[in-house]
């Protein structure tokens, strides 16, 4: 084959290739899988054979996206899985859990395991009334394999457990279905064919579902667990069956980490003998709930080993999402009323403040004040955080004279996360009385001005007449005084001048 002939085959190839990534880009994204129907996202699904380039759902609410593709992987080396899922519902779901259901076995999980787990977690899932367009509200979810160096050639299936909470704070879980082709050493045997390996089958236990009792777990409590698990196997029972729970760890740093709950007979292991073929077991733990973990759904991972019967060692993972509440408490600080009596028509003021003292936020606070003797008043706070302050100032009106001690009702209320209504009453005191009438003016008697007490007119003229002729004998002496000493000066003077002479 010349150079030319060659380059021309290459620049074919590469088109071909572009129109190919072309139409499957194109391809419309409105079909999901449905397990009622048996349907996959694959428009290339088969009849006579099994579908192995599908992905399906147990439920028809969260489903895997359209433009999921089967990835590929070798052995020895890295492969990413990516999984688009999509929430179907009309109404957002929260705190999203998505577990792959892993097992030791090599015809069953053909990646070597890692980590203890591999979890991941959505905050939120939005609905169609939150985002119309589906391809917009589809989350892609991807995980980091290696591929087993004894992996057998062929399509291993890959399941995803889902746990959720929808809008009404209930649980909710599903599991996901796809396949990854697996490419072996040279020699490796078809994981579908025959090997010393083979076994009868390849039972699975999962977890179905679980309980508390008390159905809410709160913060600090003792609550009992009940765990529902089933084989799923229709063909061999399992034997042999250790669980061990592991609660989601907490704290924010690594000398401060404990577990959000724990076993109050201090041991998290449960064996059960055996689990028939289809069997389901219930198995109970009773355990404590940390007391300051946060309002919020926490998870306890359900480590399983089993056997077949044939003696084969299995290994799987199943994940329950317990939701914790915090006990919502509040407290309030002395009522200051200003006055403390006033009459029919006026007017008193009423102040006092709201604590929070729990680690839940407390939703529409309100506070209303009511008494037979004065007119209803009402204050509407708001939304409250954990530590925060809440002040309430309320102006009541005299209606009535008080008839009984004075005891008015303050009654404070507030809605949890849920909804629900709490209320707490308080009391303090006020008293109303009886209006003064208007008195007119007019009729009133003025009364008599009664003489002042004192010294009597005639004693006082008497005591001025002699202070004037007091002060008159005073004058008319020192005015002769000057006179003489006057003439006196004259006479002296007269006397100089005849000596002179």
């Known amino acids: 084959m010349n150079r030319r002939s060659k380059k021309n085959r290459i620049i074919a190839f590469a088109f071909a290739a572009v129109f190919t990534c072309a139409a499957l880009l194109t391809e419309p994204m409105d079909t999901y899988a449905d397990t009622t129907s048996g349907n996959s996202t694959s428009s290339t699904s088969t009849t006579a054979n099994k579908d192995y ?10 489903k895997p996206g359209n433009y999921w593709f089967t990835p590929s992987g070798k052995y020895g080396e890295l492969v990413t899985i990516t999984l688009p899922i999509v929430n179907m519902t009309p109404y957002t779901i929260k705190d999203v859990v998505i577990s792959p259901i892993v097992s030791g076995n090599k015809k069953d999980w053909p990646f070597e395991i890692t980590q203890t787990n591999y979890v991941l977690k959505l905050d939120s899932l939005a609905g169609s009334n939150a985002e119309p367009d589906v391809n917009k509200r589809t989350k892609d979810l991807f995980w980091t394999f290696q591929v087993r160096d004894d992996v057998l050639n062929g399509y291993y299936p890959i399941q995803y457990q889902i746990l959720y909470t929808d ?6 879980s599903c599991t996901i279905s796809t396949y990854i082709e697996c490419t072996g050493k040279p020699g490796a045997k078809n994981i579908n064919g025959d090997d010393d390996d083979d076994k009868k089958s390849t039972p699975r236990i999962i977890v179905t579902g679980f309980e508390t009792e008390p159905a809410e777990v709160f913060a600090g409590e003792n609550f009992m667990l009940t765990i529902h698990v089933k084989n799923t196997s229709s063909k061999t029972a399992v034997q042999n069956v250790e669980f061990d729970l592991e609660a989601a760890v907490e704290g924010k ?3 401060a980490t ?4 724990l076993p109050t007979s201090g041991s998290n292991s449960v064996y059960v003998d055996s689990i028939p073929i289809g069997g389901t077991i219930d198995m109970a733990v009773e355990f404590t709930a940390k007391a300051d973990l946060s309002q919020k759904p926490y998870v306890l991972n359900v480590k399983m080993k089993y056997e077949d019967s044939e003696n084969n060692p299995y290994e799987a993972t ?13 407290d309030i600080s002395s009522f200051e ?17 709201i604590y929070n003292t729990g680690k839940t936020k407390l939703y529409n606070v309100k506070a209303k004040i009511m008494a037979d003797s004065i007119s209803e008043g009402d204050a509407f706070v708001g939304n409250l955080d954990s530590g925060a302050t809440g002040n309430v100032d309320v102006m009541v009106t005299g209606e009535q004279p008080t008839m009984d001690d004075g005891t008015i009702k303050v009654l404070v209320s ?9 209320e707490q009453e308080f009391s303090t005191e006020l008293f109303v009385n009886e209006a003064m009438e208007e008195m007119d003016m ?20 008497i005591i001025a007449g002699v202070v004037i002729i007091a002060v008159i004998i005073v004058f008319v002496i020192i005015r002769k005084k000057k006179k003489k000493k006057k003439e006196e000066q004259l006479l002296i003077e007269d006397l100089s001048d005849d000596e002179d002479q």
């Open 167 to 172: 809008e009404l704070c209930n649980q909710g």
């Open 253 to 255: 740093d690594a000398n």
């Open 318 to 330: 199943g994940s329950i999402s317990i939701p914790v509440r915090q006990e919502s408490k509040f």
């Open 337 to 353: 009323v200003t006055p403390t009596d006033l009459t029919v028509g006026n007017e008193a003021d009423i102040m006092f403040n």
């Open 442 to 461: 007019d009729m009133m008697e003025m009364p008599e001005e009664q003489p002042q007490k004192g010294f009597p007119m005639w004693l006082i003229g």
């Open 258 to 261: 404990y577990s959000a709950f």
């Open 53 to 62: 380039t599908g992905a399906y759902s147990s439920s028809n609410y969260i």
């Open 414 to 422: 507030y809605e949890d996360d849920t909804g629900k209504v709490f």
